[in-house]
């Protein structure tokens, strides 16, 4: 039997395109730059390119001049292809859940390239299965992180900044909200009612080393837990545990402020605390403690909180779990302190608000997010019952906001740092990884630069019809709009800027305050147990459906009991 392949590729010279579109006989490729290429000296003394300028030449690596080069790495690839076909089908024990918030596509692409080239691997990159997650709220195209975090955490698309609650439930409606059947539950809360199922073995042995599972109820509940570097009442991390008609209600104070009732509205600190599913969570770590403090009251840091309810809400967590084994921490150093093989409960609160981004000089003084991810595994790690973690990485979202494309690609790269090590120190055998986005963002990266060039900086193979450089990377929104030469009302000139300024603004086509996120589909890695069932194309809320099949969990299927 005879097996076709047929290859298509679109594109301007395709089969496809209409002969008589064709550019006649020495007119311009548009595929190939319009204008002279920037290079050493060329540049006018009023910063504009000379007109004539010689080519920059492209040199690739000497390595990569050879084509056994390019086969070598191609086969590689495929003999790690080859091996998926051993599917680990195992239960998930355990499942460490992470979502970097606003990590688009692009995102990724520039970071390999911030971090060393265009060739390098974030950590996840490595995983064996990936694919793309459809991220639109049900009543907007382009998603913010409450309608996102209650499609990944709960199985159910949202409308737009609501958190916790189906589309049922308009933004404000608080006693829509407050109707337990338009409550959505997150995987945290199905962990918690079905108590997760644990591996029975039998007498043949997978060829992952472990032996398939039987359904098997534990008399305790797995542990649970989440990470971020935002604020822990913010819409991703708050998706596990809350329900509100507004994701901004993180206190009272902003209640009463969007015109809720907090008499018959919970505000988002409180059902940390004091919710069914807040109040069980094992590991809390992140930024926010104004949200739950007095407004008469100040931190560590001489910072003062938010609450009008006169609530201090840490010392009423430290009351609640007065039986345990419970700790609060403040400091880098006091969560070192923290022996997690002895912790039951761990709440870590250790900025006034978000953390601060990794490149400012303040987080020297606070944990990292790998410091915090290393202290939840220690504490959910320490026994058989199973864990479910959840890990946000915040603020690549906040660097993308403010066009500070420096910061949302550190942000991304520390992001894997913590991926990297919760991989290195679990087992893909009981342990499933998933990696993916909230939404994206609208930053582009283009043009035809030089191989090695500086992601950060101009584009070193061609400038606009105004004489002037470009950025390779760019916004379709936001402040980076804002700054333009006054005289002429152009271009602002980016060979006089400092590019390398973490908070530089890159350039935006339309101007707002914040850019805003982008509609388009955004990248889910996944390794360890059922890890395949990842891969495709698909609607976002899928993904918790999935995690409840592996880790038999939910009202769904269940990989322990489907034959």
């Not at 520390?414 to 893909?428: G, P, Q, V, W």
Request: charged content about 20%.
């Amino acid at each position: 039997m005879y097996r076709i392949v047929i290859f298509l590729m679109l594109s301007s010279s395709s089969l496809f395109t209409n002969s008589a579109s064709l550019p006649s006989k020495g007119e311009y490729d548009s595929m190939h730059p319009q204008l002279p290429i920037i290079n050493d000296g060329i540049v006018n003394e009023n910063g504009r390119v000379k007109r004539g300028a010689l080519p920059l030449k492209f040199i690739a690596p000497e390595m990569e001049t050879h084509s056994e080069y390019w086969t070598n790495m191609a086969q590689n690839i495929l003999q790690l292809q080859l091996r998926k076909n051993h599917l680990n089908k195992n239960m998930a024990r355990n499942v460490i859940f992470f979502i970097g918030d606003g990590m688009s596509i692009a995102t990724v692409t520039a970071s390999r390239v911030y971090n060393g080239g265009e060739e390098q691997q974030l950590s996840f990159d490595k995983f064996p299965y990936s694919g793309l997650s459809k991220t639109y709220c049900a009543n907007t195209q382009v998603a913010d992180s409450a309608c996102s975090a209650t499609a990944y955490l709960g199985g159910v698309k949202a409308n737009y900044a609501t958190l916790g609650v189906t589309a049922s439930v308009a933004l404000n409606d608080c006693s829509a909200e407050n109707r337990t059947t338009n409550h959505v539950a997150s995987i945290a809360e199905w962990a918690q009612r079905n108590q997760m199922s644990t591996v029975i073995p039998n007498q043949s042995a997978s060829v992952w080393g472990i032996k398939p599972c039987k359904s098997l109820t534990l008399l305790q509940p797995p542990l649970k837990g989440f990470v971020t570097t935002t604020e822990v009442t913010n819409a991703s991390p708050a998706g596990l545990y809350s329900h509100s008609a507004n994701r901004n209600w993180e206190n009272d104070r902003q209640l009463i402020a969007d015109g809720g009732n907090p008499d018959t509205c919970t505000d988002i600190a409180r059902q940390l605390i004091h919710g069914k599913i807040g109040e069980k969570l094992n590991v809390i770590m992140g930024g926010g403690r104004r949200h739950f403090l007095p407004e008469w009251e100040t931190d560590i840091d001489g910072l003062p909180g938010t609450r009008g309810d006169g609530v201090n809400l840490i010392k009423q967590w430290k009351r609640h779990h007065r039986k345990h084994v419970a700790r609060y921490a403040e400091t880098r150093e006091e969560l070192q302190q923290v022996n997690g093989a002895t912790v039951d409960y761990l709440f870590g609160l250790f900025s006034n608000e978000h953390m601060p981004f990794h490149l400012e000089e303040e987080a020297a003084q606070k944990p990292t997010l790998t410091d915090m991810v290393s202290k939840a595994l220690d504490v959910l790690e320490k026994n058989d019952k199973g864990y479910l973690l959840f890990v946000e990485g915040g603020r690549i979202d906040h660097g993308h906001h403010k066009t500070q494309a420096a910061r949302a690609l550190d942000e991304t790269i520390e992001f894997s740092k913590a991926i990297e090590h919760a991989r290195l120190r679990t087992s893909e055998k009981d342990t499933l990884i998933i990696v993916s986005a909230d939404h994206s963002h609208t930053m582009a990266m283009a043009g035809y630069s030089s191989r090695g060039n500086d992601i950060l900086g101009i584009n070193n193979a061609q400038i606009g019809l105004d004489r002037l450089p470009y950025a390779t990377l760019s916004y379709a929104n936001g402040p980076g709009y804002e700054v333009h030469e006054e005289q002429t009302g152009g271009r602002r000139n980016l060979l006089k800027l400092n590019m390398h300024r973490q908070t530089f603004e890159f350039p935006s086509t339309i101007p707002l305050a914040e850019e805003t996120h982008g509609g388009d589909d955004v990248p889910v890695y996944a390794s360890g147990p059922w890890a395949h069932i990842f891969t495709g194309t698909y609607e976002q809320h899928y993904i918790p459906h999935a995690i409840g099949y592996a880790a038999c969990i939910g009202d769904g299927l269940h990989s322990c009991t489907d034959e």
